[in-house]
């Protein structure tokens, strides 16, 4: 069959949920048989999300391939449970980047290059290399902002020219909010929908869908109205309110037979029909037996800062499914390292949580109040779970602690440090003086060898793994031998390059640092198996 491409576009506001719509109907469609892939197209010009700050973007979420994206293509894989590469991922800023360099390698044979139709066109060819490499029967594609802005006009260009080419394989679906006004707070309002179509027709297009974002569900009338002013059948007006977990999208899309009216659209045969699996996962969320507290400590997160959750999401996701797969809720707090440096005594509020997370991160903001955190947990027998930056700052604890080389250091935040426990490869220092940054630093997918009889081969059950990078500054091998010697275990290596990857000490509940980013590969169905076990000893403090 011909390949069929779904666009999701947003209207009225962003922040709605177009990336977890876009995973529900790439789960529902996959649910029904078919083979499924999904893109992210983001209206920026930088060429990647890696030079993007997460506190304003959100996380940077890294692929097999290394490609630095959006945070959406975590929920495309979670939701989906397949690995996506780079060719899943576009912006702006890498757009233009390829057709000026097909124009220079004179790919375009002499022709004048113009904004359109090259832009589009280029858009589309991404879109289908995508479907060809993962051999999909349909190809979900979110393009990023709202419409109406500047930078989205090319992006529904391109949808307006493939739904000329390919009338009956294009659908669009717009996600658009739907504000709750009224002292009871129960009167929908349609009126920015209504704006949001006329927006779009504009542009040339006409929504097929559209997914009505509201934190309660839509009625009948405000149907009829949408309707009525936005020319689209009402069954293909679809209610989307709040729910309690993101994972209930697909199933709560289900109660209007949503996959049932795009497969209508698209002229499709349902080859099967199964979210049993979801549906237990579903329900799993709904009952738990007990809850597990956990406390991320990071920067940013004093009462004078607002905690950006996104910075973390596949964190916070990854706790969720490792929890959830053990039947417990999850509480998760957010802990100011800047707190324990100015006020130590704070530091004992770490023993009122069954397991404590510092994730990955960058520069000198709360480091000495994250390390006294590692210290605390490390000494008072509370789970620890440090994730790259992490797992860094837990290797310079030790080497200051336990084997008294108290100026140890990472040069990241002390270049004279006479014991720099923590250090750049010669590569990157290369990189560093020449100022490359964009997409210079160890990413992607490496091997790791992992060491039998320790808490990590335990967790995996297997020798050989592999995992997601995203970091410039590596353990110094010349402090192996001296900290391996006090007790510190290194559990995984990268053999290629002997690297460590994992770390860990004996005689605790649990106490492992990866220079890797677990997190990037746990799914909701198949949790990472290291957060599976950190959980397990946070239940077991719990208890």
Same mark, same amino acid.
């Given at each position: ?7 999701v576009t #947003?209207?009225?506001?962003?922040g709605v949920?177009?990336?977890?719509a ?6 529902l ?12 197209i ?9 030079t ?11 692929? $097999?391939?290394?490609?630095?994206? $959006? ?6 894989e979670r ?8 060719? %899943?991922?576009m ?23 113009? /904004? ?34 500047y930078q ?20 669009l679906?717009?996600v ?22 006329r927006?779009?027709n504009?542009a ?19 149907k ?9 059948d ?19 899309f ?8 795009i =497969? ?5 045969? +349902?080859?099967?029909? %199964? ?5 237990? =996962? ?8 007990g ?8 920067k940013?997160?004093?009462s004078? $800062? ?7 999401? +596949? ?6 499914h ?13 802990? $100011? ?28 903001r #709360?480091?000495?109040?994250?390390i ?6 490390? /000494? %008072?027998?509370?789970p ?15 080497a200051?602690n ?24 010669p ?27 320790? %808490?990590a081969?335990k ?14 500054f ?16 290194? +559990? ?10 994992i ?8 106490? /492992? ?31």
């Amino acid at each position: 069959m011909p390949t069929k491409y779904i666009f999701v576009t #947003g209207g009225v506001m962003s922040g709605v949920g177009k990336g977890v719509a876009t995973a529900s109907i790439a789960k529902l469609l996959q649910s029904r048989g078919f083979s499924v892939t999904a893109i992210k197209i983001d209206p920026y010009v930088n060429v990647d999300a890696g030079t993007m700050n997460p506190t304003e973007h959100g996380e940077v979420f890294v692929l $097999d391939d290394g490609m630095e994206c $959006d945070q959406d293509m975590g929920n495309y894989e979670r939701f989906l449970d397949v690995s996506l590469s780079k060719a %899943n991922y576009m912006t702006t800023g890498s757009i233009y980047l390829s057709v000026i360099q097909k124009e220079r390698n004179l790919e375009y044979k002499g022709k004048c290059v113009e /904004v359109v139709p090259q832009i589009p066109l280029e858009v589309i060819n991404r879109i289908d290399n995508a479907a060809k490499e993962s051999k999909a029967d349909i190809v979900m594609i979110e393009v990023g902002g709202t419409v109406g802005e500047y930078q989205n006009v090319l992006f529904l260009e391109t949808i307006r020219m493939l739904k000329i080419k390919k009338p009956k394989d294009v659908l669009l679906a717009l996600v658009s909010f739907i504000p709750v006004l009224g002292a009871g707070g129960t009167e929908l309002k349609t009126k920015p929908t209504q704006y949001a179509v006329r927006t779009l027709n504009s542009a040339g297009l006409q929504p097929d869908i559209i997914l009505a974002r509201a934190t309660v569900p839509l009625d009948e009338k405000r149907k009829q109205t949408i309707s009525l002013n936005c020319n689209i059948d009402k069954e293909f007006i679809i209610s989307a309110p709040n729910v309690e977990s993101i994972y209930d999208v697909p199933i709560n899309f289900e109660k209007d037979n949503f996959s049932d009216k795009i =497969l209508k659209k698209l002229s499709l045969r +349902s080859k099967t029909k %199964n979210l049993q699996e979801w549906n237990t =996962l579903a329900n799993s969320i709904k009952n738990f037996t007990g809850e597990v507290k956990i406390g991320i400590v990071g920067k940013y997160f004093g009462s004078g $800062d607002f905690v950006l959750t996104d910075s973390y999401i +596949s964190v916070l996701e990854s706790v969720k499914h490792a929890a959830y797969s053990l039947k417990k809720k999850p509480v998760i707090s957010w802990l $100011d390292a800047d707190s324990y440096e100015s006020s130590p005594a704070k530091l004992s509020e770490l023993k009122s949580f069954d397991g404590i997370i510092v994730p990955g991160g960058f520069g000198n903001r #709360g480091i000495e109040g994250k390390i006294k955190a590692i210290e605390y947990c490390r /000494v %008072n027998k509370i789970p620890y779970f440090g994730l790259c930056y992490g797992m860094q700052l837990a290797c310079i604890e030790f080497a200051r602690n336990v084997a008294g080389l108290k100026d140890a250091n990472t040069t990241e935040i002390d270049r004279k440090t006479k014991n720099p426990v923590i250090d750049l490869m010669p590569e990157q220092k290369i990189l560093i003086e020449e100022k490359r940054y964009g997409g210079s630093m160890r990413l992607g997918a490496y091997p790791c060898k992992l060491i039998k009889g320790t %808490n990590a081969f335990k967790a995996y059950g297997q020798e050989n793994i592999s995992e997601r990078h995203r970091h410039r500054f590596e353990f110094n091998n010349n402090y192996r031998e001296v900290l391996s010697s006090k007790g510190l275990i290194i +559990s995984g290596i990268n053999a290629d390059r002997d690297l460590v990857e994992i770390v860990e000490i004996k005689d605790h509940p649990f106490f /492992v640092g990866t220079q890797f980013h677990p997190e990037f590969k746990s799914r909701p169905l198949k949790p990472h198996p290291l957060f599976k076990e950190f959980i397990k000893a946070a239940i077991k403090k719990h208890a």
